[in-house]
């Protein structure tokens, strides 16, 4: 059976600092079916994450520099809905539990069960999976209206952002079906784009609702609300792929963005999507300190853009659909 329910198998990555271990790690792994990727230390482990996606970090916890325990506390930082497995020496077990209060979801002990280790992988992989399905249960539903009406709550504090949030998720729901998501992975997105700007519950007003742009210092004060917003939504377990979602929606793909800079692969699909339908609305919308400038001059703006803030081939999907949508 294909360790993938995707048209794509599922990405790890190794990290430790002795090779033989990293070698025989990734030939076990590839020969059930993954996509391995292996780094010899946590520093290039980071920014290996900053540019590429992986669905699991595999990682020995004593390591020169960056730990794998603090590699772990980044990771679970940067990418919360991402599983961590910790290699750890029999000695070290009771830090590796520890360490599960500071991201890791699960640990191996040395040396490694090869046989085992493939269902520890899967174990933590299927827990990630197992989030959408009770979302979407009866429970779940009822969480989803206690956002919807938060974000509302976010919308009110400002006139001119009122409704934002349901216009930029009936934009992000265009797009998802135009590039022809999973409805698994359109209910993530609707949740995400619903709770985008939740951290903005905790910007001061008087910056919500100013009638000029914000200054250099300012903006450093509204940025914080993409972090803060996946805090909000992280608090809730089945939640995590939705707060990394909400986490990244502002990055770019040239690693310009915020808050940490990813690039390219690195960047959430659906953190993509939100933020073009989120750029979108705003460029069309009408704000405190100016008129929106128009569904032309916002498509301009889109393509002008492409390949350094936006997602291009996403940005020519999403105009496509949008042209022959007039009340969009």
Request: net charge negative; proline share 5%; hydrophobic share 40%.
């Amino acid at each position: 059976m294909s360790p993938s329910t995707s048209s794509r198998p599922f990405r790890i990555l190794i990290v430790d600092d002795v090779e033989a271990m990293r070698l025989a790690l990734e030939d076990c792994l590839r020969l059930q079916g993954y996509d391995v990727l292996s780094a010899a230390s946590g520093e290039e482990a980071l920014e290996l994450m900053r540019s590429q996606r992986f669905d699991l970090l595999l990682t020995d916890q004593a390591m020169p520099g960056l730990s794998g325990i603090e590699l772990a506390e980044v990771t679970a930082r940067i990418h919360p809905d991402v599983p961590i497995v910790l290699l750890t020496g029999h000695t070290d077990v009771e830090l590796a539990k520890a360490s599960l209060q500071r991201g890791a979801s699960d640990f191996v002990t040395k040396p490694v069960n090869i046989r085992e280790l493939p269902i520890v992988i899967e174990r933590n992989l299927t827990r990630r999976r197992l989030e959408v399905a009770r979302l979407k249960e009866r429970e779940g539903q009822v969480l989803f209206e206690a956002l919807k009406a938060l974000a509302s709550a976010v919308d009110a504090k400002d006139p001119y952002t009122a409704r934002h949030s349901m216009r930029v998720t009936r934009l992000s729901l265009v797009l998802a079906d135009a590039v022809g998501l999973s409805s698994d992975e359109k209910y993530v997105l609707e949740l995400s784009a619903w709770m985008h700007d939740v951290g903005k519950i905790g910007v001061p007003d008087y910056l919500l609702t100013k009638s000029s742009l914000l200054t250099p210092e300012e903006f450093e004060i509204m940025k914080v609300h993409s972090v803060k917003g996946g805090e909000i939504v992280g608090q809730i377990e089945e939640l995590f792929r939705v707060a990394n979602v909400i986490r990244h929606h502002h990055e770019r793909l040239d690693g310009q963005g915020y808050p940490d800079g990813l690039r390219g692969e690195a960047i959430p699909l659906l953190s993509r999507i939100i933020f073009i339908a989120d750029s979108f609305e705003a460029m069309t919308s009408d704000r405190s300190y100016r008129r929106g400038p128009g569904r032309v001059m916002a498509f301009a703006e889109l393509r002008r853009h492409a390949g350094s803030q936006f997602d291009p081939d996403l940005v020519e999907t999403f105009i496509g659909k949008i042209e022959n949508l007039p009340d969009a």
